[in-house]
């Protein structure tokens, strides 16, 4: 069982359509991350955020826009995707660091198809 | 450019044999490297990890190699079992900061195939 829990598992959502991915640790990690990865391909970091403050941001589209409103829950806010957005987006968490190094821990992710 | 290469999409291995997952890197500022484990419909599990002042770290069945000379590292798995049948990916981590907000950068996966 995964300790990052996400919602919804699957959605499908047209080009005008407004959605939101939520994600959600009780573990006491205060880095969140979300992920996108296409098929065959590797997860691709998009977001970071650190203590609820963004700190990585990779030049990730606006029509992606994250939120995090406290330390156990992080959204990701969709507005006018496109086609090529379809993909499975992962949320990951992470203890900071404490001597040693703390591993991410990931979410089973949110399957999203754009009509 | 891929700056962590998996070069074998990949393995078929028998029951109860070794097997042996390798991955590449190119930038020497990567700090710690790890491997994880990917399920259809499932997000990737964390495996095993290794700082790039060791060579080797074990943990059961699982033991990670890192050749930092040759900017190499590879997962044995041993003996191998049909659980472990999945998709592995290998990471690196840049230097990590107190606030543990690293990214990590993935390989493109190896398909790990366990025969009975």
């Known amino acids: 069982d995964t300790e990052v829990t996400q919602t919804p598992k699957h959605l499908v959502m047209g080009m005008t359509n407004k959605k939101s991915l939520k994600c959600e640790q009780h573990m006491g990690h205060r880095a969140m991350y979300w992920y996108k990865q296409k098929a065959k391909k590797p997860p691709e970091l998009m977001f970071v955020y650190s203590y609820e403050k963004l700190s990585i941001n990779e030049s990730v589209p606006s029509r992606f826009s994250p939120e995090c409103p406290n330390s156990s829950l992080l959204n990701l806010h969709l507005h006018a995707l496109q086609p090529e957005d379809s993909a499975l987006y992962l949320c990951?968490?992470?203890?900071?660091?404490?001597?040693?190094?703390?591993?991410?821990?990931f979410g089973d992710g949110t399957r999203l198809s754009i009509l | 450019d891929q700056q962590v290469k998996q070069n074998s999409p990949s393995l078929s291995v028998q029951e109860g044999r070794i097997s042996i997952l390798n991955c590449d890197y190119t930038?020497?500022?990567?700090?710690?490297f790890l491997w994880y484990k990917k399920y259809p419909a499932e997000g990737p599990t964390f495996l095993i990890s290794i700082s790039s002042i060791k060579d080797k770290n074990e943990d059961g069945r699982f033991t990670v190699f890192l050749n930092k000379s040759a900017k190499h590292l590879s997962l044995h798995i041993v003996p191998s079992q049909p659980g472990d049948s999945a998709v592995y990916f290998c990471a690196a981590s840049g230097t990590i900061s107190n606030f543990g907000n690293e990214k990590l950068t993935f390989g493109t996966g190896t398909r790990l195939t366990i025969i009975p």
């Open positions: 990951a968490s992470s203890l900071h660091y404490r001597g040693t190094y703390q591993p991410q821990h």
């Open positions: 930038n020497s500022m990567f700090d710690y």
